[in-house]
């Protein structure tokens, strides 16, 4: 998503290195715009997925848990065969607890990478477009006639 920036011009001083200097932080400026607009809906998104990574797992977890409250009642006289049921139904669940989490977290842990990826690419952006503004601000300092002397 590019912004438009207006065609140089120039003829907009009579100091073309300054007009340079100012095209190219507009560009910068224009540039870091860009990346904070995708930069910001990134983050929703990967919130988003983050939340639902995480109800996966804990929904699995009640289900373990549920598993493991009804072996225990089984435990306290119910047949063997109840007992072995309950145990598999455990077992069954705590795999899937298991697996969830294993799978979440390692593409929760892709998407806060892709996050600070996108985080470092928009300071390393910030940092231009500062360093785009110093360079204009000290070529005017530079040109500002000497002060008069009291």
């Given at each position: 998503m590019?912004?438009e ?16 200097l100012?095209h ?10 860009d ?16 939340a ?9 977890r009640r289900?373990?848990a ?28 705590y ?27 928009m300071?390393d952006q ?11 601000t ?13």
């Amino acid at each position: 998503m590019a912004t438009e920036q207006p065609a140089p011009d120039d003829s907009c001083s009579s100091q073309p290195d300054l007009d340079a200097l100012t095209h190219a932080h507009d560009a910068e400026t224009a540039r870091l715009g860009d990346l904070t607009v995708v930069g910001t809906a990134e983050i929703v998104v990967i919130h988003a997925r983050i939340a639902e990574l995480t109800s996966q797992p804990q929904a699995a977890r009640r289900r373990w848990a549920t598993a493991l409250k009804l072996l225990t009642e089984a435990r306290d006289g119910a047949s063997a065969e109840t007992i072995t049921a309950a145990q598999a139904t455990a077992d069954a669940a705590y795999r899937e607890f298991h697996k969830f989490a294993q799978t979440n977290l390692a593409e929760a842990q892709q998407l806060l990478d892709a996050g600070l990826a996108n985080t470092t690419a928009m300071l390393d952006q910030v940092s231009r477009t500062l360093d785009a503004g110093i360079a204009v601000t000290d070529t005017l300092a530079q040109r500002r006639p000497p002060k008069p002397a009291p």
